[in-house]
């Protein structure tokens, strides 16, 4: 799961760049990295036009961990290319206005009335928790480039009793030591984002803020509830000690890294949603925490992929003469019913790039 939900775009957004550290330093990885530019692998793809147009996996970490391995091939497609397409319009201040308003509950409503006492209370307390340590979870760095711990804190946690618990969910699900102390660096889609406008390249969005927002909102209330439920027992948990989480933020990173071509590895990312499925949960609340896997499988994957593959398609037809490169979450061009084979089922020929194609 990606702890870079995009809901926390308004706060990347307000976070100063300058925080970044300086790139170069390679990310670490437990698999073999490739030394050489021509042995990594590629997240990219290309549609055999001329121009050509390019597919980019992209994955929701600060790019400064990931950049270095990104290979040649992908810098070069994006350089070459007139105009970049995203999921979102991450450089649009209206895209940050839309979501903010996206998350909050219906005027006159608080948290405080939605929620089952119990597990406000364990939210509050949690919140404090955090607000507690992140002062010890800040780096150095950070500290030293004006990114100091309340206002952090705030940026994230800000107006919490006014959003909906399923943007609580993913605030929590996003509130840990390893999370925080990246904070201040563009995640990638957003470092790609500003490089384009930097480069003065035509950009679009593929999807409107409502689009991807309104699925999270549609989950029903006694789901809303089991997940947020979930997310606070495995703080709860790890707090205390008795759990680690299986799969990181670090494993994220180590795969892309890698070129790990793995759909189950970056569905997660992509959807921006955890996975509550657990071999130790009740028969009860395994069939639960299915049904939401389920929804957000087919509301946040397949039926996206379905729509951004046909804008795609609609593009290339209405401007035969530009070439594209669109920037979207790895997960959308890996497992089924990606949007290549929305492309392929409309005739495209949709290829893997290898590195010596340039």
Not at 2 to 31: D, E, Y
Not at 146 to 151: I, K, Q, T
Not at 284 to 313: C, H, P, W
Request: hydrophobic residues 40%.
């Amino acid at each position: 799961m990606s702890p870079w939900s995009w809901f926390l775009l308004p706060t990347l957004c307000l976070l100063p760049t300058s925080a970044a550290p300086q790139r170069g330093a390679l990310a670490s990885a437990n698999c073999e990295l490739k030394p050489q530019q021509s042995e990594l692998n590629s997240f990219l793809w290309t549609i055999k036009r001329d121009p050509p147009s390019y597919f980019f996996g992209t994955i929701h970490v600060p790019y400064t961990r990931v950049w270095d391995f990104v290979p040649d091939n992908s810098k070069e497609a994006f350089q070459q290319s007139g105009v970049v397409y995203f999921e979102l319009d991450l450089t649009n201040p209206y895209t940050i206005s839309a979501l903010a308003r996206c998350q909050m509950l219906p005027p006159g409503e608080n948290l405080q009335d939605v929620l089952p006492r119990d597990i406000y209370c364990r939210l509050k307390r949690h919140l404090e928790y955090v607000k507690l340590m992140m002062p010890s979870w800040m780096t150095a760095d950070q500290r030293g480039k004006g990114l100091y711990a309340d206002y952090l804190f705030n940026a994230i946690v800000g107006n919490w009793e006014r959003k909906r618990p399923i943007w609580i969910m993913l605030m929590v699900n996003s509130l840990t030591e390893v999370v925080v102390k990246s904070r201040g660096v563009p995640v990638l889609d957003l470092y790609l984002a500003q490089e384009a406008e930097r480069l003065r390249k035509q950009t679009g969005a593929m999807e409107k803020v409502e689009e991807q927002c309104h699925p999270l909102n549609g989950l029903n209330f006694s789901q809303v509830i089991f997940a947020l439920n979930q997310t606070l027992l495995q703080q709860e948990s790890l707090r205390a000690g008795r759990l680690q989480i299986p799969y990181t933020t670090e494993d994220l990173i180590k795969h892309y890294n890698c070129g790990d071509l793995s759909s189950v590895i970056f569905s997660h990312d992509s959807s921006q949603v955890p996975n509550f499925i657990n071999a130790t949960l009740p028969p009860q609340e395994r069939v639960t925490a299915q049904e939401i896997d389920s929804y957000f499988r087919q509301e946040l994957l397949y039926k996206r992929n379905e729509r951004m593959g046909k804008r795609v398609k609609a593009l290339l037809e209405e401007f035969p003469d530009k070439g594209f490169f669109f920037a979207f979450g790895a997960g959308h061009f890996m497992g089924n019913n990606t949007v290549l084979d929305v492309l392929r089922r409309e005739g495209y020929e949709a290829l893997p790039m290898n590195t010596v194609t340039f």
